[in-house]
C-alpha cells in the first residue's frame, strides 16, 4: 500500500490494508494446523478477531455483496472458508425405531 507523503491515509486505503492484514493473517492461522476460528467463544483474543472477520466475510457473500476480487483472494488463500469447521453434534433425535 501506498500512502501519500506528509498526508494521512484515506479511510479506504486503511480499511483495505487491514482487509490484506486479517487475509494474511488467517492464512497463517490455518497453516500453522489450527482450525476455523471461532466468531464466539474463541480460545484467544487473536483467534476471535480472526473468527469475527471471516464470519464477516462469509456473511458478505451469502446475498451477494462481497467484492468478487476479494472473494477471488479467499478462494485462492483458503480453500473452504466458506463451509468452515464440519459440524459434529447438534441435536441429536431419537429414531422412531428405537422405541423412545
Do not use: Y
Not at 480499511?15 to 464466539?40: C, I, Q, T
Request: proline share 6%.
Amino acid at each position: 500500500m501506498s500512502f501519500r507523503a506528509g498526508k494521512q491515509p484515506a479511510q479506504s486505503e486503511v480499511e483495505a490494508a487491514r482487509w490484506d492484514r486479517r487475509l494474511a493473517e488467517l492464512a497463517a492461522h490455518r497453516a500453522a494446523g489450527n482450525d476455523w476460528p471461532l466468531h464466539k467463544k474463541a480460545a484467544t483474543e487473536q483467534a476471535r478477531i480472526l473468527g469475527v472477520w471471516l464470519h464477516s466475510q462469509r456473511i458478505s457473500h451469502r446475498p451477494g455483496t462481497l467484492n468478487p476480487a476479494k472473494e477471488a483472494q479467499l478462494d485462492a488463500r483458503l480453500p473452504g472458508w466458506r463451509e468452515g469447521r464440519s459440524r459434529s453434534g447438534g441435536r441429536r433425535t431419537v429414531s422412531p425405531a428405537a422405541g423412545h
